[in-house]
């Protein structure tokens, strides 16, 4: 949610600020804006749309200079316009923002009483005229003040017109990093935004402020002490980062899946075929006498949930409770000292799941981050992490990142099994290689990729659909439906099967289409019911099935035969049948796959 880069160093600023605006534009591609020290002078370009409108503009009349900052916006105040694209300026400041300024109305009276205009709808520019306001010399003093006065979630970049050369950040409850390197350096939401340059970076801490020049980095607590933090290094590479000859970058994460599968089960699997969080640094006793499990995620990292919740229920019997981040927060959650609380997020910085988490380490419970970005909040905030190894996922649609936080929620819940004896050791290595064949069923699933795309224009024609599955496949259709929602921007509905008959069939009219996922052996004959009910009703159905499943042709329309495998081992293969569908879809639509209107990859606000 919204970019931010800052530059100072040897090399021109807009080159760099547009590389890395460029590789943070998942974030948020609704405007985009720079300031650039020229001659001394700050200068700002700034424009409503993507950053290739930037850049044409700077490309037709260019800014030169050393150090500057840039960010690309996902709107929350104001309308994606000029005018409300970052940088804010004021007299002595050029600042930009991810967040929410929660009191800017409160600020914004007294700086109109003391004469400031403002110019723009944002809270933005609030933080802008503030600084300024309380400047006198000294950026870090006016910054420091700044930060008593202000509440919300910030992660702010900043140049200051007295100060050339040097970029000033702070953050609270938003992410943002200082990447170190030779005669430069940089403040980004992110290392992918300057991998091409450096891999090295500091994460700041809530209440952190930075300046940067040059030659050094300092990093100072909110009363202006100085702190210091470790180094880390990024383990992604810039390749790794772009899009590899594929035509997006969902279709290269959705090719991507054997290997992020492989990497990040191979890690967990000891010598002797047993599943281990050794090398994760887990303490043992963390699943030992484990009672209850809550999980708290958002989008397809809530549905990876609902995946794992069956998986732990099955292998080790643990009551398990799965809730969407946002409303677990608000709900007053019944949180006991020994529960687990697994916070599940690509991203590693979604507020929501943030949130949960804190609260739930607040009341008491024992958390479990699975994460796939090293070093983001919930990372680092929770007690225990386990980092799942995707890779790099800039397509704001989620896909690679939901295989393997699968993957992982299927170790955990056979580590469960074996720790409080619901499963023998010789079982749970059965299925920990059962676990580790998926990567041929999503491998053959991904050779599907044509005749998937051939069964798009037959079975997606309307604007309106439902996906439908029981048990392990309704989570699966939750997913499949949201793909396509976010991705074509048609109105999908997905349903437990069981469920249609209890309002929604009403909705069923000719040719209206219905995709059921029919990969649960033990629940197929049900939803096949199902199938020939609302095809009854004239409906069009696809069938998503295992190969062998043996279904009478009159209940569908289409089918996509899958992998023959277990029940409990069918969803590796049957998600990247939905994504294929939804990303097929999307094409021939002519959506943009990679930016869908509206969203953003990393939803650092509420
Ligand atoms: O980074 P996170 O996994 O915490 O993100 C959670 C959701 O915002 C994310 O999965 C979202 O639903 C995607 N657009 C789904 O494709």
Not at 416 to 432: F, I, V, Y
């Amino acid at each position: 949610m919204c970019g931010i880069v800052g530059y100072t160093g040897f090399r021109q600023a807009t080159e760099v600020l547009l590389t890395g605006l460029y590789n943070l534009e998942y974030r948020g591609y609704d405007s985009a804006g720079v300031s650039v020290f020229e001659d001394g002078v700050i200068q700002t370009v700034k424009t409503q749309g993507r950053i290739q409108k930037l850049a044409d503009k700077l490309a037709a009349a260019p800014l030169h200079g050393n150090c500057g900052i840039a960010h690309t916006r996902w709107a929350t105040h104001g309308v994606p316009s000029d005018v409300n694209a970052h940088p804010h300026c004021s007299e002595h400041v050029a600042l930009l923002h991810n967040g929410i300024i929660e009191n800017y109305l409160e600020i914004k009276e007294e700086l109109l009483a003391k004469g400031y205009q403002f110019v723009s709808q944002t809270d933005t520019e609030v933080a802008a005229h503030l600084i300024s306001s309380l400047y006198t010399g000294d950026p870090l003093e006016a910054i420091a003040k700044a930060l008593e006065r202000i509440e919300g979630s910030y992660a702010f970049a900043m140049v200051f017109q007295d100060h050339p050369n040097r970029v000033y950040g702070a953050r609270k409850d938003s992410p943002l990093i200082a990447a170190v390197g030779q005669g430069e350096n940089f403040i980004l939401s992110d290392i992918s935004a300057t991998l091409k340059y450096t891999k090295d970076f500091y994460v700041l801490d809530d209440g952190d402020i930075v300046e940067i020049s040059p030659e050094t980095i300092r990093i100072f607590n909110h009363q202006l002490q100085p702190v210091s933090h470790p180094l880390n290094t990024a383990h992604w590479n810039v390749e790794q980062a772009q899009k590899g000859g594929y035509d997006h970058f969902m279709l290269k994460e959705i090719f991507e899946q054997p290997e992020a599968f492989v990497k990040t089960v191979a890690r967990h699997i000891l010598p002797d075929g047993l599943p281990s969080f050794v090398r994760d640094n887990i303490p043992e006793d963390l699943f030992q006498g484990c009672r209850r499990i809550q999980i708290v995620a958002c989008g397809t990292a809530m549905y990876a949930g609902m995946v794992g919740k069956n998986l732990i229920e099955r292998f080790a019997r643990i009551p398990v409770s799965v809730d969407v981040a946002s409303e677990y927060r608000y709900n007053n959650p019944i949180i006991d000292k020994g529960d687990l609380v697994i916070a599940i997020s690509q991203s590693g910085e979604t507020a929501d799941t943030l949130a949960a988490l804190r609260l739930a380490k607040q009341q008491g419970a024992k958390t479990l981050g699975i994460v796939n970005v090293f070093g983001s909040t919930i990372a680092r905030e929770s007690d225990h992490v386990i980092y799942t190894l995707a890779g790099p996922e800039i397509a704001v649609a989620s896909t690679k990142a939901l295989t393997v936080q699968m993957a992982m929620l299927y170790l955990l819940a056979l580590c469960l099994g074996m720790e409080n004896g619901q499963l023998d050791r010789e079982r749970c290595r059965t299925l920990t290689a059962q676990l580790l064949d998926c990567q041929n069923h999503i491998q053959q699933a991904l050779s599907l990729a044509e005749p998937i795309s051939a069964i798009v224009p037959g079975i997606i024609d309307r604007e309106s659909l439902f996906f439908i599955g029981r048990g392990l496949d309704y989570a699966l259709a939750l997913e499949g439906s949201l793909k396509l929602k976010e991705l074509s921007y048609l109105h999908s509905e997905a349903y437990a099967a069981g469920e249609l008959k209890h309002g929604p069939i009403s909705l069923i009219t000719d040719g209206m289409p219905v995709i059921a996922l029919g990969t649960q052996q033990s629940v197929l004959p049900k939803t096949v019911s199902n199938m020939k009910e609302v095809k009854a009703r004239g409906a069009k159905t696809l069938l998503i099935c295992k190969k062998s499943a043996k279904v009478d042709t009159d209940a569908y329309d289409f089918r996509i035969d899958l992998p023959d495998c277990p029940d409990e081992f069918t969803p590796f293969a049957a998600i990247v049948a939905m994504q294929l569908l939804a990303y097929y879809k999307a094409v021939q639509s002519g959506c943009d796959v990679d930016k869908p209107r509206n969203l953003a990859k990393s939803v650092t606000v509420e």
